[in-house]
């Protein structure tokens, strides 16, 4: 009976092991090693390219102000899209593919899914791409679990959906109270390089109230600093991967 229990429970630790296992590369001291060995899944692409995304959205208050300024700064961008916000919404997401934008999937809701089981997660995918897919009449491409923490479960159905997992490279840790343009603007180019991601949020949701207001007004200096050192800024789409 002893070793009957040993082997259930090192069973099931095994498979705890497997389900969790991509998350470790969500840690971020590992995050070199990550764009290193899967730099695909790491955001990194073309050299001369920079792919510039936004998660959480969309949001009715928010999302049409980085729409008019992208439109004004004629820059194309990734739109990871949370379910339980388009559905409150659902026009926002035509809005956002007519003026020529990516869309992705982040997900139904915004919560870790190493904390899911295996069919939780599958239905959490499988709604969020389908109300993406009726919302804006295209089937997104690419997939970027919550807190960039993924699960063997939710790659697989991620790919099972014809989603790419793609994470970033640099982000603006703009969803903390107190962010401000600058600080958002500092973040993103501390380590930003040629062929990078940026991780950027369009929504306070899962952030601090009004946090989106730091990155709108650091925008445009990123967008500015990119023009500099030549790099072409653009979606997820086009960044090579």
């Known amino acids: 009976m002893n070793r009957a229990v040993k082997t259930a429970a090192g069973i099931a630790g095994g498979l705890a092991l497997a389900h969790a296992a991509p998350a470790l590369t969500s840690i971020q001291p590992l995050e070199p090693l990550r764009t290193k060995f899967f730099p695909g899944y790491g955001g990194l692409g073309d050299p001369g390219h920079v792919a510039l ?13 980085f729409l008019r300024l992208l439109e004004k700064r004629d820059v194309k961008a990734t739109f990871f899209l949370l379910g339980f916000m388009l559905e409150r919404d659902p026009g926002l997401g035509k809005e956002i593919i007519a003026a020529g934008h990516e869309i992705a999937v982040h997900g139904y809701l915004h919560r870790p899914m190493v904390v899911r089981t295996p069919r939780a997660t599958k239905d959490d995918l499988t709604r969020a791409h389908g109300l993406v897919t009726e919302a804006t009449g295209v089937e997104p491409r690419w997939y970027r679990p919550p807190y960039g923490i993924a699960t063997t479960s939710a790659l697989t159905t991620a790919r099972g959906l014809g989603m790419t997992p793609v994470l970033w490279t640099s982000w603006g840790a703009d969803w903390r109270a107190g962010a401000t343009g600058t600080s958002v603007y500092q973040t993103v180019t501390r380590n930003l390089r040629g062929g990078g991601t940026i991780l950027l949020h369009d929504s306070d949701c899962t952030s601090a109230p009004a946090s989106w207001t730091a990155t709108l007004a650091a925008l445009p200096r990123l967008l500015d600093h990119c023009a500099e050192q030549g790099w072409q800024v653009g979606p997820v789409g086009e960044h090579g991967i």
């Open 53 to 65: 995304s936004f998660d959480d959205g969309p949001d009715p208050i928010s999302t049409p102000r």
